[in-house]
């Protein structure tokens, strides 16, 4: 009952229900990392609005067909979190942001930058899939990348995805080096800290200019996509990275 376009980033509920609209991520988010996201479509026949969360489960561990819905059924069981949004921050339009903190909490904001607690308790012990369920007046979202601050920079998405994916593929992907793969920034914009690791330091230059990668993911890059994470033109041998194993 959902349609994924725009390189998985755009998820579309049937107007024909109000329920059966689960999606998540296909890589584990860290703590405190904010995922952004747009309202994009809603509709005013059904009541309650789009929920947020995280789980434990992985999604390729999941049996299908899914559940209807977030909440109740996934957060009576273990390793699921969810709440719902209010309906007046889900309007068309809407912006906003979600993430879990150290202590194990919810929270969302939106565009006034106002911080709203949703729930407490997730366990972070084990990774965490981010989950959104697009419910009820919640028809369409679009995701607007993520971002994580640090001491020195603050740690962004992919802006934009130009390569096509197709409609089987998980909203978020961090193998497909997707719109929630991080990318690390300076005030300056130059790259700090590998896209894909995100633990080594940069020291590959790309042929389109961005230097963004480091010498071991260089070659995983070339081999399985061949095109830069950042600007999806194609790659040749990366420079001072060697032909890929």
């Given amino acids: 009952m959902v349609h994924l376009s725009q390189g998985c980033r755009h998820a579309k509920r049937s107007n024909s229900t ?136 603050t740690k962004r998405s992919c802006k934009s995805l130009t390569s096509p994916m197709s409609d089987t593929d998980s909203l978020i992907s961090d193998d497909s080096i997707s719109c929630l793969n991080l990318e690390v920034t300076t005030d300056g914009g130059e790259q700090m800290t590998c896209v894909v690791c995100m633990s080594q330091e940069v020291n590959v230059s790309l042929h389109c200019g961005h230097r963004c990668l480091c010498r071991t993911c260089a070659g995983r890059v070339f081999k399985q996509f061949g095109t830069c994470p950042l600007c999806r033109k194609s790659m040749r041998w990366p420079l001072g990275a060697g032909p890929p194993r």
């Fill in 18 to 153: 109000f329920r059966n609209g689960l999606v998540f991520s296909s890589r584990p988010v860290r703590v405190q990392e904010r995922i952004r996201l747009r309202v994009v479509e809603d509709v005013a026949n059904w009541h309650g609005a789009m929920r947020l969360g995280f789980t434990n489960v992985p999604p390729e561990d999941r049996s299908h067909p899914l559940p209807c819905m977030a909440v109740p059924i996934l957060t009576d069981t273990p390793g699921h979190w969810a709440a719902p949004v209010h309906e007046a921050y889900c309007q068309a339009g809407s912006e906003l942001e979600f993430w879990v903190s150290h202590s194990g909490r919810v929270y969302f904001s939106n565009h006034s930058g106002c911080r709203h607690e949703l729930l407490r308790g997730v366990d972070l012990s084990r990774p965490l899939w981010a989950m959104i369920d697009i419910y009820g007046q919640t028809c369409a979202i679009v995701l607007l990348g993520s971002k994580k601050k640090a001491r020195f920079y």
